[in-house]
């Protein structure tokens, strides 16, 4: 036990033995308290900056490494708990093993168990989409946003994906959206949301006129 204490809290592995405790203290206050301090990626509040947008059938390279790691899907913090917990499991071993605990190799392991933590991310958090997306970040039903009006935040098209802002009660939502007819959505335009898309990843809607 003194062991496994010292290699965590050895130069090498102290501020990965930082982030699990944070990760550690952010999901003891979740579990006691219920307050939810998580970004939930594409749906965050409107004072989070979203993915870049582009071409629905051609998907820009932000967002093709958004959805390969599930967010949007899930919460942003319950990714990262995950990636912070496989990079302190693989450091502390790896520097045990090699006595890289007080060395500069101990550190220069972080990128290659960095990326091999976001491969065991991706493996691990599959199974928790269908069961998430049964809940929105609050553990409430789904959020219905048929029918609801938004406003455009990125211009859209038919083709184009762009994202749209949704009050919902007190808070303000983004949500990816594109037309549902051959017409332009410019920035700041009002529109109603006709339906969700098939692969349920975005929404269809229209221009509204409230004149």
């Known amino acids: 036990m003194q062991s ?17 405790g944070i990760v550690m203290l952010y999901w003891l206050v979740v579990i006691f308290t219920g307050f939810d ?22 998907p820009g390279a932000w967002q093709a490494i958004l959805e390969f790691f599930y967010i949007g899907e899930l ?7 995950i990636v912070v917990v496989s990079m302190w499991f693989i450091n502390v071993n790896v ?4 006595g890289w605990s007080h060395s500069l190799l101990g550190f220069l392991i ?35 946003f048929i029918g609801k009006l938004g406003r455009v935040t990125s211009p859209l098209s038919k083709e184009r994906l762009g994202q749209i802002e949704v ?18 959505i410019g920035h700041d335009e009002t529109v109603i949301i006709l339906e ?16």
């Open 167 to 184: 009050r919902i009660d007190a808070d303000f939502l983004l949500i990816y959206a594109r037309a549902m007819d051959d017409e332009e």
């Open 4 to 20: 496994l204490f010292d290699i965590s809290f050895a130069p090498a592995n102290f501020v990965l033995t930082l982030l699990l």
């Open 37 to 58: 301090f998580d970004i939930d990626g594409p749906d965050a509040e409107a004072n989070a900056s979203g993915p870049d947008v582009g071409n629905v059938e051609s």
């Open 196 to 211: 969700k898309s098939f692969d349920g990843k975005h929404y269809l809607v229209q221009r509204y006129n409230n004149q």
């Open 75 to 81: 919460p942003v913090m319950f990714l990262a708990s």
């Open 110 to 144: 972080y990128i290659p168990s960095f990326i091999v933590s976001m491969l065991i991310t991706k493996v691990v958090a599959r199974p928790f989409i269908k069961l998430y997306a049964l809940f929105n970040h609050k553990g409430e039903a789904p959020i219905d």
């Open 95 to 98: 520097t045990f093993l090699f």
